[in-house]
């Protein structure tokens, strides 16, 4: 898809309903300008549909988004399409998700998402069986980038930064990366920093520091179904 570019000037764009990506596409700022996409503190940011698949964000910050219920994972961004969600400097901090089954700022539960020097920061689940407080993929791969200061809240609500699911065998990769200062605080999840619940994983030249746990895995937190090197 051609990519869309960010008219000259704009520097924060305050939003009142999400954004709705239905087909393949990137969004580009010009080199050296970020551009801020702020939520009204009630939806999430980007709804991104099942027929969308592949989409590129670049050199973007995501705040202040929110979403509630049942099935209302991804308060920043909501990814369906079982594609790849590339998320390239990038900045995602201070969204919340409320209720049971409401995981992560980003949520792919069918997709990969692809982190290159990005930030996932301050971000929060508040319910039960609402893993990852920072992303809750089926597949993550992650290089140069920071997850922290994630949390959840709620009962097997697994990995306060990260939550990878591995639903169709897919891993997770994370290279010269820092997971820290992440937690989950239910009495019955697990993985401070990372959940890995299934498929491979690969951690290499990462610092996992100072996340917490009040059950297994305060740094990371496999699955007996999860094979790691």
């Known amino acids: 898809a051609d990519p869309i570019i960010q008219p000259t000037g704009w520097k924060q764009i305050d939003l009142n309903n999400p954004l709705t990506i239905t087909d393949s596409l990137s969004i580009e700022v010009d080199q050296g300008e970020t551009v801020t996409l702020v939520g009204d503190g009630l939806q999430r940011i980007f709804d991104i549909t099942e027929q969308a698949g592949d989409v590129d ?28 969600l590339a998320l390239t400097d990038i900045e995602i901090s201070g969204h919340q998700t409320i209720g049971r089954f409401a995981p992560a700022a980003v949520y792919a539960a069918s997709g990969t998402v692809q982190l290159v020097r ?3 920061t301050n971000n929060q689940t508040f319910g039960d069986d609402s893993g990852g407080g ?3 993929a ?9 997850i922290s200061h994630n949390e959840t809240s709620g009962d097997r609500s697994h990995g306060g930064g990260v939550e990878g699911v591995g ?29 890995i619940q299934s498929g491979e994983s690969s951690i290499t030249l990462t610092t996992i520091s ?20």
């Open 134 to 136: 920072g992303i809750h």
């Open 167 to 195: 639903s169709t065998g897919a891993s997770l990769q994370i290279a010269r990366s820092t997971v820290a200062q992440n937690r989950v605080t239910g009495a019955t999840s697990n993985g401070g920093g990372i959940a």
């Open 118 to 120: 990005a930030t996932v």
């Open 57 to 84: 964000l670049h050199q973007l910050i995501l705040r202040g988004g929110r979403s509630t219920g049942p099935e209302g994972g991804g308060a920043g961004i909501r990814f369906a399409s079982s594609g790849v």
């Open 210 to 229: 100072t996340n917490a746990s009040n059950s297994d895995g305060a740094g990371v937190y496999w699955a007996n179904d999860g094979v790691s090197s």
């Open 138 to 146: 089926n597949a993550l791969v992650a290089e140069n980038s920071t």
